[in-house]
């Protein structure tokens, strides 16, 4: 390996030595150090600025986020009976973004439900839709939808509890 030196009072001095026996102790050690530094530094950024900005919720407006009213529907007493006519009330709900778009399921019956989706879906901004277990009793189970979605849902334990949500966006 050829090495130029350059002098500031312009005298020049070219060297030849051996990289390998240059590399070896010290030199070796700050090296390998400089690199585990430079790797470490690299998945600290890659972690904190690069991950959080790719995984980051998309943009939402406001009116869609705090809608003015919200949508509630019941989960009537007797939905377990399959022979009941009624069970999701109201079983079509059509939903305007901006509107109306923070659903509410409310378990009147004395018994557990899901809410669970024919086929799975899920908002970009709220994540997958769906119960995730039982909704007890007089508790509830809400959803924030802020894009357009048509949905057919229906409960885990009693299929025959069905219900539909036509989600769009405002008509003005
Ligand atoms: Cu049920």
């Not at 950024?45 to 529907?73: G, R």
Request: proline residues 7%.
């Amino acid at each position: 390996m050829v090495v130029e030196f350059h002098f500031p009072d312009g005298n020049e001095k070219i060297t030849t030595f051996n990289v390998s026996k240059q590399l070896q102790g010290y030199d070796y050690g700050i090296g390998i150090i400089t690199i585990i530094v430079g790797i470490s530094v690299s998945i600290i950024f890659y972690q904190m600025y690069y991950l959080p900005e790719s995984f980051a919720k998309p943009a939402v407006a406001e009116h869609i986020l705090n809608p003015i009213e919200q949508t509630n529907i019941s989960m009537i007493p007797g939905s377990a009976n399959p022979d009941q006519q009624d069970n999701f009330v109201p079983k079509l709900v059509n939903i305007q973004l901006g509107i109306d778009n923070h659903v509410i399921w409310i378990n009147d019956d004395d018994t557990p439900h899901t809410v669970t989706p024919d086929h799975s879906i899920a908002d970009s901004y709220s994540g997958p839709f769906g119960s995730s277990g039982v909704v007890k009793a007089g508790e509830k189970y809400e959803f924030l939808f802020t894009e357009s979605h048509e949905i057919e849902y229906h409960c885990e334990p009693h299929p025959w509890m069905t219900g539909t949500l036509i989600v769009t966006k405002q008509r003005f």
